[in-house]
């Protein structure tokens, strides 16, 4: 059985956070300290500065060359066939409202944008089998499993950080990409009238079609503008104009979904240019070198990225906290979707985790220690970035908050369960 201690030290690690939780909450709900746009500011600066400086400080430190593999495959399997299964349904539902025109009476391309499955994959995938591996992991199994389970919650973190998060941030891209490109559309369509209008100099296009993530469409959006000049409709003559107008539907009958090879290449692009993706690369190599040469980080160095990623998890449950404050009701998601969000957490990602380490096969502390940090509560960051990209980010603040106190009697219980 868990001794008292190790109960002990698991609300250790758990009261901070909800400190934190809390005091953001309060400030928003109460104390009216900060407005919608300076709660934003904090998750901004967490995802942009805090979290790839955590990111590299976990891989740069973490030794590549004894990694438990088993571990190591059965975490990657786990969360593929996760994926997998979430993406075929995607393509599923995808196919299936084609062919119903949208499902509402709404031409097809505007329904996608607006109910997209893609949305549902990667939240379900982030809630199902991304667990807070280091803040509750390592204190709650190193006193079920004794010392050695804190350097394998590291590894599972690591591989988090370079392979799954990406993922994660990729698919927030290709939404972001699409739904710009699509938003451009109208624009494009309504070039030809416009010149009449705005005396052939300029198009304006409505605030509403802002791009929401700060998505680069310089290049197509200038190149859809010059076509339209250049067409033989764009003529200063109102005659024409008019002619043209009256020849050219209306922008939503001619919206078309954008090829997906532009959409890919834009979310690729964006990518490249995040700080999470350098933060995890340049902490691989660094790492890949270190544990090579036996060399260390200089102190100096060392210190003034502490300064930085110490900030990481205790603005990400601030932040989580402001969010629920300006929500409606404490649950912003709904208890249905938070019980179900809870189902995939405890429940199907630790049955999954303990299939899959069966199959490779795992025996003993290490299939234990396995399934137990599958049953983890949901990773805080994965709240940072559904904040940031503005994609069912009442979830995560919801599976976040909730999971913690769920956490530690599912684990006892997987716990119990493992050791008969």
């Known amino acids: 059985m868990i001794p008292g201690s190790a109960v002990y030290h698991v609300v250790e690690a758990m009261a901070p956070l909800y400190t934190a939780a809390v005091l953001g909450y309060a400030s928003v709900r109460w104390l009216k300290a900060f407005s919608d746009e300076q709660c934003a500011g904090i998750n901004h600066f967490v995802a942009l500065y805090a979290v790839p400086v955590l990111i590299f400080h976990m891989v740069s430190t973490n030794d590549p060359y004894h990694m438990n593999e088993r571990l190591i495959a059965a975490d990657t399997l786990q969360k593929a066939i996760i994926l997998l299964a979430l993406t075929a349904w995607a393509f599923w539902a995808h196919f299936r409202r084609r062919r119903t025109g949208g499902g509402d009476g709404k031409p097809a391309a505007t329904a996608g944008s607006a109910a997209s499955p893609i949305k549902w994959v990667v939240t379900n995938f982030s809630v199902a089998s991304l667990p807070n591996t280091i803040i509750m992991g390592v204190p709650l199994l190193d006193g079920m499993y004794g010392s050695v389970s804190g350097g394998l919650m590291k590894q599972i973190v690591v591989m988090q950080f370079c392979i799954w998060y990406n993922v994660v941030i990729f698919l927030y891209e290709f939404m972001a990409a699409r739904d710009s490109t699509t938003k451009i559309s109208p624009v494009v369509v309504s070039a030809a009238p416009a010149p009449a209008e705005n005396g052939g100099r300029s198009i304006h296009a409505d605030e509403n079609q802002v791009v929401v993530v700060n998505i680069e469409i310089t290049e197509m959006a200038a190149a859809a503008v010059a076509a339209a000049a250049a067409s033989p409709t764009a003529s200063t003559d109102s005659s024409g104009a008019e002619e043209a107008a009256a020849a050219v539907p209306p922008p939503a009958a001619v919206q078309q979904v954008p090829p997906v090879k532009v959409v890919l290449w834009m979310a690729v692009k964006k990518l490249l240019q995040i700080p999470n993706t350098y933060a995890s690369f340049l902490g691989l190599i660094w790492s890949l070198m270190a544990f090579k040469i036996g060399f260390s980080m200089p102190k100096i160095v060392g210190d003034s990225l502490f300064i930085i990623y110490t900030t990481a998890v205790g603005l990400s449950m601030f932040a989580s906290g402001t969010f629920i404050a300006r929500q409606s009701r404490f649950v912003p998601c709904g208890y249905t979707i938070a019980s179900l969000s809870m189902v995939l957490k405890f429940l199907i990602g630790p049955v999954l985790m303990l299939l899959v380490s069966l199959a490779i096969g795992m025996h003993g502390t290490l299939l234990h220690i396995a399934v137990v940090q599958a049953a983890l509560p949901l990773a805080v960051t994965s709240f ?34 493992l050791g008969l």
Do not use: R
């Not at 904040?387 to 119990?416: N, R």
């Open 384 to 417: 940072v970035y559904a904040e940031e990209y503005k994609v069912h980010a009442d979830i995560m603040s919801t599976g976040v908050i909730l999971g913690i106190f769920i956490s530690l009697p599912v684990t006892i219980v997987y716990y119990i369960l």
